[in-house]
Nanobody
Framework: EVQLVESGGGMVQPGGSLRLSCAAS????????MAWVRQAPGKGPEWVST???????YYADSVKGRFTIARDDAKDTMYLQMNSLKPEDTALYYC??????????RGQGTQVTVSS
């Protein structure tokens, strides 16, 4: 059974930083692309970043230069380092294993709130 468990969310002031983690189990983590997706209140899901199985990274324009995605295949864990956070980054952040443009597997999410 695929399991994805996020951690590291919290409340931070604008300009602050957070590091999210995603612990994966139930599949061969190193063989799969992985992604972060977020959903703000009242809005649909928004893709944030993807890291391919080989390590190539992709970012949404809204986070490029501020967020860094990484993975540790030895630990079956993915990370999202978020710097220079803005109020508009406030959302529930999900770790997901994509399938094409869909995200059939994702965790419960970790809340990130950016507010002064």
């Amino acid at each position: 059974e695929v399991q994805l468990v996020e951690s590291g969310g919290g409340m931070v002031q604008p300009g602050g930083s957070l590091r999210l983690s995603c612990a994966a189990s139930g599949f061969s983590f190193s063989r799969y692309d992985m992604a972060w997706v977020r959903q703000a209140p009242g809005k649909g899901p928004e893709w944030v970043s993807t890291i391919a199985s080989g390590g190539t990274t992709y970012y949404a324009d809204s986070v490029k230069g501020r967020f860094t995605i990484a993975r540790d295949d030895a630990k079956d864990t993915m990370y999202l380092q978020m710097n220079s956070l803005k109020p508009e980054d406030t959302a529930l952040y999900y770790c997901a294993r994509p399938y094409g443009d869909e995200y059939p597997y994702r965790g419960q999410g970790t809340q990130v709130t950016v507010s002064s």
